[in-house]
């Protein structure tokens, strides 16, 4: 829109206000399907990312009314090119260019919606997990180690450790399902490999961390795998 705009009052090109208001219309259309979609990812966030995702919501709406209120000037004006209806488009673009930030801080810096566990590590060294004996046959146990969620698992005889989040939602994987050599998200039902971690089955689209272990002195210790 705000293209069309500047190319059009600049060349003295009229016909394209038209194009300019085709443009905003269907961007308005489209925000309205993508608030929609938004609020839903918003609802099962935690208070951190729900904080920032609330302004990025707002910031994004405040934009949405006002190239709104473009297109009803440009409509009223039968599609003519002028410099308040632009002015208002322009005011938006800058508005949402700010929600894009605080939206691509949400998906890049924590992760929401891709992956959860995007920026975990460690520990760098075996560090002592759960006793060996505390953990049976088909158990699950949830431990923390130097910060960091690790769901232990005794199958078939052997141990595994990986991250105890599900990268999609965050969900506590501990209160999942083993199934066949992989973990079953309580919550949206992705699968996940105990060997590796790696994305058996979606919507999950990132694995989660896997950690080498070992067990010493009647102790499971873990280690990051990288």
């Known amino acids: ?15 394209l206000g038209i194009a300019a208001g085709i443009a905003c219309g269907v961007g308005v259309a489209g925000a309205l399907v993508t608030i929609a979609a938004g609020l839903m990812d918003w609802m099962d966030t935690d208070p951190a990312e729900k904080s920032v995702g609330a302004v990025h919501g707002i910031v994004n709406t405040v934009a949405t009314l006002l190239f ?43 992760g929401v919606m891709i992956n959860r566990n995007a920026y975990r590590s460690g520990p760098s060294d075996f560090k002592p997990a759960l006793a060996a004996s505390e953990l049976a046959e088909g158990q699950m146990r949830r431990v923390d180690v130097e910060g ?41 039902f992705s699968r996940f490999a105990l060997a590796d971690g790696s994305v058996r089955e979606g919507p999950a689209c990132a694995a989660v961390p896997c950690y080498e272990v070992r067990i010493v002195k009647e102790q499971i210790e873990v280690r990051f795998q990288a």
Not at 158 to 179: D, Q
Request: with cysteine; aromatic share 14%; charged share 10%.
């Open 1 to 15: 829109t705000v293209l069309f705009d500047v190319v059009g009052l600049f060349f003295h090109l009229p016909q």
């Open 68 to 110: 709104l209120a473009s297109f009803l000037m440009r409509w009223h004006d039968q599609w003519i090119l002028n410099l308040q209806s632009f002015a208002v488009a322009l005011v938006g673009f800058i508005t949402v260019s700010g929600g894009a930030y605080l939206g691509g801080g949400l998906v890049y810096h924590m």
């Open 148 to 188: 960091q969620p690790i769901l232990l698992v005794k199958s078939a005889g052997k141990i595994y450790a990986i991250g105890a989040i599900c990268s999609h939602y965050g969900a506590p994987l501990n209160e999942g399902k083993l199934e066949s050599g992989t973990i079953q998200c309580p919550w949206h």
